[in-house]
T-cell receptor, first 113, second 115 residues
């Protein structure tokens, strides 16, 4: 069973640029969610995708957008990067009908200069 | 809105001893899940233990157990026989049984294990 994988693991961008982060969900999982974890804080929910549609969103501006593909993999796109976007971005997947547990990847560490 | 509070930013325990991490949450729902996740320096969040709100019996996983007090909205984690590998950030998390709902995390507790 393949777990959740994310790429890239680390990246550095400058303010105003755009970034795309990628996630492959765990085998058999059809729901993917993204979280932002600032240094020293708990993860904050960005959005969730099911059947290629966004079906839940946290308190993040529209410049945070995403996609889910037919194979359930997902992308997180952030436009017009700001310094405060520097964080660890975690992808998590689950089977829609399960006991609520999320399975996480190792995250993508984004630094915005 | 549901909130999760971890009041202990840092905790320390001697190897082989027992430590309890605290967590409280706020919700008006009756059907939900509670979790403790461990995040080592490798960054990957690893599930430690899970509790369904409808179950009165406290969950146990080997050296890890919880004290779930639904009326008090409290969900503490007890680690027995602490090991050096237990050192990590521990996050308490809440998730509604509604499939569309996100998982809410506390701010975390950094656990140090002293040899």
């Amino acid at each position: 069973e393949t777990g959740v994988t994310q790429s890239p693991t680390h990246l550095i961008k400058t303010r105003g640029q755009q970034v795309t982060l990628r996630c492959s969900s765990q085998s058999g999982h059809n729901t993917v969610s993204w979280y932002q974890q600032a240094l020293g804080q708990g993860p904050q929910f960005i959005f969730q995708y099911y059947r290629e549609e966004e079906n839940g969103r946290g308190n993040f501006p529209p410049r945070f957008s995403g996609l889910q593909f037919p194979n359930y993999s997902s992308e997180l796109n952030v436009n017009a990067l700001e310094l405060d976007d520097s964080a660890l971005y975690l992808c998590a997947s689950r089977q829609r009908q399960n006991t609520g547990e999320l399975f996480f990847g190792e995250g993508s560490r984004l630094t915005v200069l | 809105a549901q909130t999760v509070t971890q009041s202990q930013p840092e905790m320390s325990v001697q190897e082989a001893e027992t430590v309890t991490l605290s967590c409280t949450y706020d919700t008006s729902e009756s059907d939900y899940y509670l979790f403790w996740y461990k995040q080592p320096p490798s960054r990957q969040m690893i599930l430690v233990i899970r509790q369904e709100a409808y179950k009165q019996q406290n969950a146990t996983e080997n050296r890890f157990s919880v004290n779930f007090q639904k009326a008090a909205k409290s969900f503490s984690l007890k680690i027995s026989d602490s090991q050096l590998g237990d050192a990590a950030m521990y996050f308490c998390a809440y998730r509604s049984a509604n499939n569309n709902n996100d998982m809410r995390f506390g701010a975390g507790t950094r656990l140090t294990v002293k040899p």
